[in-house]
């Protein structure tokens, strides 16, 4: 009787996870909280250690300029998703295919993704740019996080944090769990805008709101288009690997590659610039995919009686507080910016 009762769970709770085929709309506010609020978990306890280390006898200066520092600074985020998303994942029981990350593209939506990349990077730049320059003229302190790039060995170890991890785990986080799940209750539309939101909101500052929410837009679109988070990945990865590759050229052979902004030619190179941009991405989606969604209806719902109502209406009061913790978060972080610095 117990084996029998032992098998019966055994095959109830394989059933229960193989129904699991999708993300909860309605647990999606949570989650972004969770995933908002993971990397300063992870901050603070480095902060911690750096603190144990400090009062150990290692000068405090020597610590925040040391490489090592600045390298586990730097994975604090990426680890941080990746523990969200499996433990999600597996508390939730949600099957890893949610997060629909299908390798197979096929050699033309790689292209694609080549192309968007260098439209993105080289159509955008200057107007970054522009708004960093704006932003430190009014004072805001433009924080950076870098690695030495003075040969081939730290090159690789940029790419490697700044570009192979970040693709994967923030793309797992906020296309393949949050775009997923919202279109759910949302629909396209309003989901990739919310999901670009949350993604610029995560990056806790003014001056990282511009191009992660252009980026997380056409992140979200190149999802749903190909019908694969791996796309998504591959565009990020492409988009950090050569703002760090132009970086490294740039230190190595000692170009200055720096723009004053003090011309107005240069604004208008800036603006025009990005609407090319625009424009070649909407090119793209036009006649490459004919504006065609192929994440088809029947991949979020088992048929038509349980399919759900897409509308704004429908968000719980979860998503807004999400929303609103990010705002919060934002605020903070870029009044941070603006603060003076010690000398």
Known sequence: MVYTFYMTKQKSDIQTFQKNKFYNFQDMGIF?????????????????????????????????????????????????????????????????????????????????????????????????????????QGGYDLQAIALPMDHAGWLVLGLILMAVLPAIFEELIFRGVLLNGLRRGLGDITALFISALMFALMHGSIQQLLYPFALGLVLGWLAMRTGSTFTSMLVHFLNNAIVIIVNYFSVRHGLDMSISYTSAWVWVLAVALAVVA?????????????????????????????????????????????????VIVFIIGTAIGFMPQPA
């Open 278 to 326: 625009g424009v070649l991405i909407y090119i793209i989606e036009r006649f490459y995919f004919k504006g065609k969604n192929q994440i088809e209806e029947q991949d979020f719902c088992e048929n038509n009686e349980n399919r759900p109502q897409k509308s704004i209406k429908n968000a719980p009061i979860s998503l807004w507080v999400a929303i609103g913790v990010g």
């Open 32 to 136: 972004y909280i969770i995933s908002l609020l993971a990397p300063y978990v992870i901050s603070l306890l480095l902060i911690l250690i750096c603190q144990m280390v400090v009062s150990s006898g290692v000068p405090k200066e020597q610590l925040n300029e040391s490489v090592v520092y600045t390298i586990f600074s730097t994975l604090c985020s990426p680890v941080a998703f990746a523990i969200v998303f499996f433990a999600f994942n597996k508390v939730k029981k949600v099957s890893f295919s949610a997060a629909k990350v299908n390798f197979k593209i096929g050699v033309a939506n790689t292209a694609i993704c080549f192309a968007v990349s260098l439209i993105c990077v080289f159509g955008m730049q200057y107007l970054v740019g522009g708004v960093d320059y704006l932003l430190e």
